[in-house]
């Protein structure tokens, strides 16, 4: 059973020790990072930089804390995300959200470079063979994954175990096509188009942070560009886009390229802290953010990704929606994300723990506020 490090969002007097950020600095302390960081070691801190009109990422407030935690172990941290959009372009949307070297106190890098194609390829299971780990990613001697929890498309869930499973994996590949495509293909996605609903809107080309489609007189998709997220599906109104795909296939690789970039770490190198913040249905990668479906529940913290991720839902699960949300009216209980989603979870979770990523038994030790000297 894997211990895990649990900080309430609750606030229950008027004293900077009970914020989110005392409690986190002392889930720090307590976890001690000497165990996974030795002096001098670069340590990428993995975090999903955003979206152009997204906000509900996870806070520099925290991060500054994560890199001075580091630093004080010796590690040389440098903060780091695989690029979606343009790279440059992905580095001012980071700046956009407040995630630079003023406010985190680290480099901000982009880990497959500015254009997406640094990867090492490592074995990646069953179904990959093999996959692009972004090359700043690969070539760290430990990593600290920072990820926020909310839905996701396509995996029902993103925390910790896709966080890696897609982020950490490079944009695109010296071959001309999309490398982090290779797991969305898994599913076997069709991207649907159907042309008799189409009024040549051009929201679904506005969404596409890949160039996949271009509208003008008519509708083009290229496929060679396509990373099959399926955001142009969601983006238009007037369901003139469908999808098909193989979700288990899908989580099966998403799981398999998370265990390959763990892979690419000696054993004992990775912490996870996940944040149970801003709890949206989809994911940081949308260009918004939708209202959370339930209140703020903390941070998690501990050195298990299938253990942070299973823990994470089974308190994301048991919490009553909010109004005003995509969850509005939905009961709480096993299967919230899949009603609000459309996809089960559990399956990238669930398959990460039968390649041994790690257990789905867990237990919590909550950390109350931060203790004196
Ligand atoms: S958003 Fe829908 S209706 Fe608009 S151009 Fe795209 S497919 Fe057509
Ligand atoms: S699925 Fe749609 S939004 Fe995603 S890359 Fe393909 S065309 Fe772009």
Redesign the pocket.
């Known amino acids: 059973m894997k211990k895990l490090y649990f900080a309430d969002a609750r606030t229950r007097e008027i004293s900077y020790d009970v914020s989110m950020v005392a409690k986190l600095e002392q889930i720090l302390k307590e976890a001690d990072l000497s165990h996974y960081i030795k002096e001098g070691d670069y340590v990428a801190i993995k975090i999903h930089f955003g979206s152009r009109g997204g906000h509900r990422g996870i806070r520099p407030v925290f991060l500054r804390k994560i890199v001075e935690a580091v630093k004080s172990v010796g590690g040389n941290p440098f903060l780091t995300d695989t690029v979606r959009p343009k790279g440059l372009d992905y580095l001012e949307i980071a700046n956009m959200q407040g995630l630079n070297h003023l406010s985190v106190g680290c480099p901000v890098v982009l880990a497959d470079g500015l254009f997406g194609k640094n990867y090492v390829r490592v074995p990646a299971g069953e179904s990959l063979k093999e996959i692009g780990i972004a090359a700043e990613i690969y070539d760290a001697q430990a990593m600290i994954v920072v990820s926020h929890c909310k839905g996701h498309i396509q995996a029902g869930f993103g925390g910790a175990i896709k966080n890696l499973g897609m982020g950490a994996i490079s944009s695109r590949n010296r071959e001309g096509t999309s490398e982090r495509g290779k797991i969305h293909n898994l599913a076997r ?1 069709s ?1 649907i188009h159907f042309q008799d609903k189409c009024i040549l809107c051009g929201r ?1 080309a506005e ?4 160039g ?2 271009t509208v003008g007189d008519t509708f083009e ?1 290229d496929n060679t ?9 969601e ?1 238009c109104e007037n369901k003139a ?1 469908g ?1 098909e795909q193989d979700e288990e296939r899908m989580q099966r690789g998403v799981a398999e390229a998370a265990r390959a970039a763990i892979s690419t770490f000696e054993k004992g190198k990775v912490f996870y802290i996940s944040f149970m913040t801003d709890i949206m249905p989809h994911c940081d990668c949308h260009p918004h953010a939708d209202t959370p479906i339930i209140n703020d529940q903390g941070i998690l913290a501990g050195d298990d990704p299938v253990a942070i991720d299973k823990a994470a839902l089974d308190i994301i699960e048991s919490k009553n929606p909010l109004a005003d949300s995509a969850a509005e009216g939905m009961k709480p209980g096993k299967g919230l994300l899949e009603r609000v989603t459309k996809r089960n979870p559990y399956v990238h979770v669930t398959a990460a723990a039968d390649l041994g990523v790690g257990e789905l038994e867990y237990e919590l030790v909550t950390v109350e506020r931060k203790k004196k000297e």
Do not use: E, N, S, Y
């Open positions: 996605v991207i679904c969404a596409c942070d890949h996949a489609i998709l560009m396509c990373v099959k997220c399926g955001r142009c599906v983006a886009l999808m």
